[in-house]
T-cell receptor, first 116, second 117 residues
Framework: AQSVAQPEDQVNVAEGNPLTVKCTYSVSGNPYLFWYVQYPNRGLQFLLKYITGDNLVKGSYGFEAEFNKSQTSFHLKKPSALVSDSALYFCAVSRFGGAGSYQLTFGKGTKLSVIP | GAVVSQHPSWVICKSGTSVKIECRSLDFQATTMFWYRQFPKQSLMLMATSNEGSKATYEQGVEKDKFLINHASLTLSTLTVTSAHPEDSSFYIC?????????????FGPGTRLTVT
């Protein structure tokens, strides 16, 4: 079984400061890791993914994430936070599921609040 | 590209009635579609996986007779909540995976808010 842990329910950061949203995972085999963002009453928007290759992955809206195999982590980062970044962030890991599909297992989510 | 729509965006129905939610991939063919349920301030829980032309695979604890899923084409999947009850009130989100492989990414719809009174 695979799992994702987001240890922080909420992260507060001042506008302009760097932000980090933490994620650790547990999976057998090679992990396929994702970050999604959700705004109120909306679906999920894809930010970035790690499949293979460079450990530092760059994604949408200036976000990046670093894959660390030894620490089984995939923390989301941004050098300078914007108020508009305030949202709910989900880390997810993909697994090979039934009928040949790749299914996502999500962390519980981290609410990011960027303070003006 | 890779846009997924859901209809309706919100629906209110009376207890005992059935509600159908549509999920469409607008600009790509989706071999696989997923249905999730999200309770307030909680994560997404996978309900079922559907592949075009075959029966859906339901996650443990999800009643297949209550949540009917049909994936009749490469661009459309439907979720029907039968005999809805207030505890079925939730935010339902679908996602779709492109036909071409390898493709590990899922594209999510905007969600449907279901309220059962």
């Amino acid at each position: 079984a695979q799992s994702v842990a987001q240890p922080e329910d909420q992260v507060n950061v001042a506008e302009g400061n760097p932000l980090t949203v933490k994620c650790t995972y547990s999976v057998s085999g090679n992990p396929y890791l994702f970050w999604y963002v959700q705004y109120p009453n909306r679906g999920l928007q894809f930010l970035l993914k790690y499949i293979t290759g460079d450990n530092l992955v760059k994604g949408s809206y200036g976000f990046e994430a670093e894959f660390n195999k030894s620490q089984t982590s995939f923390h989301l980062k941004k050098p300078s936070a914007l108020v508009s970044d305030s949202a709910l962030y989900f880390c997810a890991v993909s697994r090979f599921g039934g009928a040949g599909s790749y299914q996502l297992t999500f962390g519980k989510g981290t609410k990011l609040s960027v303070i003006p | 590209g890779a846009v997924v729509s859901q209809h309706p965006s919100w629906v209110i129905c009376k207890s005992g009635t059935s509600v159908k939610i549509e999920c469409r991939s607008l600009d790509f063919q989706a071999t696989t579609m997923f249905w999730y349920r999200q309770f307030p301030k909680q994560s997404l829980m996978l309900m079922a996986t559907s592949n075009e032309g075959s029966k859906a695979t339901y996650e443990q604890g999800v009643e297949k007779d209550k949540f009917l899923i049909n994936h009749a084409s490469l661009t459309l999947s439907t979720l029907t909540v039968t005999s809805a009850h207030p505890e079925d009130s939730s935010f339902y989100i679908c996602s779709a995976r492109e036909q071409r492989t390898p493709s590990y990414e899922q594209y999510f719809g905007p969600g449907t808010r279901l309220t059962v009174t």
